[in-house]
T-cell receptor
Framework: TQLLEQSPQFLSIQEGENLTVYCNSS?????LQWYRQEPGEGPVLLVT?????EVKKLKRLTFQFGDARKDSSLHITAAQPGDTGLYLC????????????FGGGTRVLVKP | GAVVSQHPSWVICKSGTSVKIECRSL??????MFWYRQFPKQSLMLMAT?????????EQGVEKDKFLINHASLTLSTLTVTSAHPEDSSFYIC????????????FGQGTRLTVV
């Protein structure tokens, strides 16, 4: 069992539709980050959330950190083919020093 | 964001040989770098934490004698896969943190290792 459970594992939608990716844990994180990774490349940081209940927006992407800092969600509005990729959440646990714990990833495919 | 450069992007080597992968932080000093392994269509698996000037800390199940890590300076960490075998073929990724505030990690481009 992974410390950070990401769901769904795979999502295939049509261009223009909305989608939500979830990241859940029973542990409390001091911060949580979302990354997007394209094939053959390293992950690229999208956002960091720190405060419980925090909501951050990045164009069509909305990130939310749960009040208890145990879960997070990523919502994409009007998805475009360029949003296709592997989305990874990663949490920082104080007890683990400055290591990041990664979720299993959600593979998103946006079809034109 | 900070820039982390990884080299080479891909490498093919013969079974039994060793391969060195470099990870450089280009515009900041990184006291800590991390090495990950990623299998196709899977998430990142942390292999080890590389600390400048000291020994690396390996995750459970990772052979320290097989995956040699050196972090000789604040901007360079290297991972050497020794006596590589086909099962070591994978995508290896490094990351570095600026160390300021939260642990925002900046990743290298990754190295695709194929052992034949």
């Amino acid at each position: 069992t992974q410390l950070l459970e990401q769901s769904p594992q795979f999502l295939s939608i049509q261009e223009g539709e909305n989608l939500t990716v979830y990241c859940n844990s029973s542990s409390v994180f001091s911060s949580l980050q979302w990354y997007r990774q394209e094939p053959g490349e390293g992950p690229v940081l999208l956002v960091t959330v720190v405060t419980g209940g925090e909501v951050k927006k990045l164009k069509r992407l909305t990130f939310q950190f749960g009040d208890a800092r145990k879960d997070s969600s990523l919502h994409i509005t009007a998805a475009q083919p360029g949003d296709t990729g592997l989305y990874l959440c990663a949490g920082e646990l104080r007890a683990a020093g400055n290591k990041l714990t990664f979720g299993g990833g959600t593979r998103v495919l946006v079809k034109p | 964001g900070a820039v982390v450069s990884q080299h080479p992007s891909w490498v093919i080597c013969k079974s039994g040989t060793s391969v060195k992968i470099e990870c450089r932080s280009l515009d900041f000093q990184a006291t800590t770098m991390f090495w990950y392994r990623q299998f196709p269509k899977q998430s990142l698996m942390l292999m080890a934490t590389s600390n400048e000037g000291s020994k690396a800390t390996y995750e459970q199940g990772v052979e320290k004698d097989k995956f040699l890590i050196n972090h000789a300076s604040l901007t360079l960490s290297t991972l050497t896969v020794t006596s590589a075998h086909p099962e070591d073929s994978s995508f290896y990724i490094c990351s570095a943190s600026t160390g300021r505030g939260n642990t925002e990690a900046f990743f290298g481009q990754g190295t695709r290792l194929t052992v034949v």
